[in-house]
């Protein structure tokens, strides 16, 4: 038997996870041993989070962010991403400045540093209460991405509809970023899981469409791999800078107003991509067993 299991309910911009702490007796984990031979939840199979994802029967989210005890001693912890779907993916901008929020109360400090499966995320908070992560590097090679065959990364081929011509940008996961007059009259919703699932992609990809507004900001709207529309997605407004940047659209800062409100995003000097913005909690409860199957 698993004992009722603590989660928190957070958002980055609208882009929503449960987020659960594995590491067992820190001040956020979940419930220790107790009677009756009950053990603390230690991992989630694909079933129980699209149990947890569900916005009618479960808490409801887009993602499900998974704490654990950190591999490396530089790192404060560990964090591991499921989508609503049950996938595991590799990366969430929105998901670590939230892990980070966590972390910064837990300990103190104004400076953490997040395990990932794509490597060490620096996190910290700005001086206006937003958290500020370092993403790592954006990688612009064709195998890097990964796309199916060699490609100039810069101009993809693809269409579909009124969109066409994407940048492939990986950003600790893959990305297309599609440049279009109007992002608000593009049907992301039918557009987005075709382009998702197209062959070029063999590990799949999100799906962004971008307005350029001026050269320092950026509308963008976003389909996720596994998710669907979502009112914000880090690392796609990273991908959008990135790709925006590489066309000459823009310079190497900008805001990216997404659905869910701004996030500045600054592509280095180094080729590591700075995203800063808000990470909020909405409410803290506990999975029933009974969820967790």
């Not at 929105?94 to 060490?120: D, F, K, P, Q, Y």
């Not at 060699?150 to 509809?161: R, V």
């Not at 009124?162 to 049907?187: E, K, T």
């Not at 280095?268 to 803290?284: C, I, K, N, W």
Request: charged share 25%; proline share 5%; glycine share 12%.
């Amino acid at each position: 038997m698993t004992l009722a299991t603590a989660f928190t309910k957070m958002h980055g911009l609208g882009n929503d996870f449960a987020v659960i702490d594995l590491r067992g007796g820190s001040a956020n984990g979940t419930a220790s041993a107790g009677a009756n031979g009950a053990t603390p939840l230690t991992d989630i199979s694909d079933t129980q989070a699209r149990a947890i994802a569900d916005r009618r029967t479960g808490v409801g989210c887009d993602q499900i962010i998974l704490i654990e005890k950190p591999r490396q001693k530089l790192a404060d912890v560990y964090m591991r991403i499921r989508n609503a779907d049950g996938s595991e993916v590799e990366a969430c901008g929105n998901g670590a400045r939230c892990v980070a929020a966590l972390v910064m109360a837990e300990t103190g400090r104004r400076h953490v540093i997040i395990e990932s499966v794509v490597g060490l995320l620096d996190a910290e908070a700005a001086p206006d209460g937003r958290i500020s992560v370092d993403m790592g590097e954006a990688q612009l090679d064709w195998r890097e991405i990964p796309l199916a065959k060699p490609l100039d990364t810069l101009h993809l081929g693809i269409e579909l509809g009124p969109l066409s011509d994407p940048v492939g940008v990986n950003i600790g996961n893959p990305h297309a970023v599609f440049f279009v007059p109007d992002a608000g009259a593009i049907d992301v919703a039918a557009l987005g899981p075709v382009l998702e699932r197209h062959p070029l992609f063999p590990e799949k990809a999100n799906i962004e469409v971008a307005q350029v507004l001026s050269p320092t900001r950026i509308r963008m709207r976003v389909w996720e791999r596994g998710v669907g529309i979502t009112r914000a997605c880090g690392t796609g407004a990273c991908a959008t800078l990135v790709a925006a940047h590489r066309r000459k659209l823009t310079g190497r800062k900008a805001t990216i107003q997404l659905d869910g409100g701004d996030l500045e995003i600054e592509w280095l000097a180094d080729g590591h991509v700075r995203m800063t913005g808000p990470a909020e909690t909405s409410f803290t409860g506990r999975l029933d067993a009974s969820l967790l199957g």
